[in-house]
């Protein structure tokens, strides 16, 4: 099959994570992270007007993956404009020493590569070693810091991340096991497309057991409760550009893989339906998150809880299933992205400018930093939900969809929403309004990859394009 349009997505990362290994100097390889984020994103666009290449057994591009990639690929692009910016700030001022730095900007390009193999990948197996790669190099970057803190919430993410990986490995074995009778020895038997089209003849009964382990497994990447021990550290204590990718990509990686396995399940008719798991796991994590939110005082670590919760309400919308919940969470999934990464530029330049994550201590910023602080309120109001935001349109669809189905769940997916509502506006107060408080260091200018996710979010509450709209539409016939 023809690879062009998918072997610079593939190669532009693992090319420039060799190469910046290499080189020496920060500013140099700032730039040339860039550079290469640049590139990959204007490859994965170029899915969209190049012909696509057939399946192979190893890669795959469809319409579910795209939508993955092109997100992933802009996200990791304004969040290595972000992190030019910020870790050299850090740099300057003794909290990160060259020496720290030294693979930083090859790690990065490292992470995006095993994020995009695992989104194009047609093999069960390759998927499961490409999210472990990016696993990995984010928990380097966890701990860079080299702190106390830092070590403890890298080492904890390595370890919870090692024993999710484990029973993913472990749902993915059992699968190949069912399938094998159907479709061979090797690799027939790991190839997705075929296991989508051999799915109806596998044995139910490991079927079953394999999503249950998949969904425990990768569910521990996704952040669901009582699996999600491991983020609110590893955002609290990682450098914020980070703290934007966690949030913004690796949980969605992760949850692509769910997704797979749930359209594969749902191909054999005498399985048990996936949706139920999903929804009492999506409840309990948006929920939890919720009354969470309240006890934060760390600026970092309170987002990461809502980032747990909107995990919760993605997963919740996709294992309540059919075209409008499917087509709400896919909208939600990609708003969440946008917003939360939005969150973590302003927050992480917030953080630098106050010299602390405290709460207590960030205060008034609409005073002190009026562009960084109008930003950040822009930021917290959306993910809050409030209209006109693209955010609002996908919670009103998947709360309106379950109303319609299932009004008892609809209760409890809005008294879940409203709790957290409740806690954004109280933090959305204390840091952007009244009297400033807390040390000043030297100004720093509001990100600009912070306004440009804004713009779009806001843009996709007022309107859809119909391009857009029919595409994730058919995404959402895609998935069950």
Not at 8 to 25: C, E, K, Y
Request: proline share 6%; aromatic share 10%; glycine share 10%.
């Amino acid at each position: 099959m023809s690879l062009s349009p998918i072997i610079p997505i593939l190669l532009v990362p693992v090319g420039s994570a060799a190469l910046l290994a290499l080189l020496p100097g920060y500013r140099l390889t700032a730039r040339l992270n860039v550079l290469a984020s640049v590139l990959t994103f204007l490859a994965a666009v170029a899915l969209f007007v190049l012909p696509r290449p057939e399946p192979g057994n190893y890669l795959l591009v469809d319409d579910l993956n795209i939508v993955f990639i092109v997100l992933n690929c802009f996200v990791g692009l304004t969040a290595a404009l972000f992190s030019a910016g910020y870790i050299g700030h850090e740099i300057e001022t003794g909290r990160l020493t060259p020496v720290y730095v030294r693979f930083y900007h090859a790690m990065y390009q490292l992470m995006m590569f095993g994020m995009n193999l695992a989104l194009l990948s047609n093999n069960i197996g390759l998927m499961w070693v490409a999210i472990e790669l990016a696993t990995l190099t984010t928990v380097l970057m966890v701990g860079i810091y080299r702190t106390h803190e830092a070590l403890e919430a890298a080492w904890k993410y390595f370890i919870l991340g090692s024993v999710g990986i484990a029973l993913a490995l472990f749902g993915t074995i059992l699968v190949y096991v069912a399938a094998q009778p159907v479709l061979g020895d090797g690799t027939p038997s790991m190839v997705w497309t075929r296991l989508v089209a051999g799915a109806p003849r596998f044995d139910p009964a490991l079927l079953n057991l394999a999503f249950v382990f998949l969904l425990l497994g990768y569910g521990t990447k996704v952040g669901l409760v009582p699996l999600h021990a491991w983020l609110p550290d590893a955002h609290a204590e990682g450098p914020t550009p980070i703290s934007a990718v966690l949030s913004g990509l690796l949980l969605n990686v992760a949850l692509y893989a769910v997704l797979r396995f749930k359209m594969l399940v749902a191909a054999q008719p005498e399985a048990l339906a996936p949706g139920p798991l999903m929804i009492g796991m999506g409840l309990v994590s948006l929920i939890f998150a919720g009354f969470m939110l309240y006890r934060r005082r760390d600026v970092k670590r309170f987002f990461a809880y809502s980032s747990i919760e909107h995990m919760g309400i993605i997963t919740f919308a996709f294992g309540m299933g059919g075209p409008l919940a499917n087509f709400a969470g896919l909208l939600h999934m990609v708003m969440h992205s946008l917003t939360k990464s939005a969150i973590f530029f302003g927050v992480g330049n917030a953080a630098q400018v106050k010299g602390t994550q405290k709460f207590a201590e960030i205060r008034g910023l609409s005073q002190s930093h009026p562009a960084l602080g109008w930003g950040l309120a822009l930021g917290i109001l959306a993910i809050a939900g409030m209209p006109p935001f693209g955010v609002f349109l996908s919670e009103f669809l998947i709360v309106t969809s379950t109303f319609a189905r299932t009004p008892a769940l609809a209760l409890l997916l809005v008294f879940g929403l409203l709790l957290a509502f409740g806690a954004l506006l109280l933090r959305l107060t204390s840091l952007v309004f009244g009297p400033p408080e807390g040390s000043e260091h030297p100004a720093r200018a509001a990100p600009v990859a912070l306004y440009l996710h804004m713009a779009i979010v806001l843009t996709a509450g007022l309107y859809l394009p119909g391009p857009v709209e029919h595409w994730f539409q058919n995404v959402a016939r895609l998935l069950g």
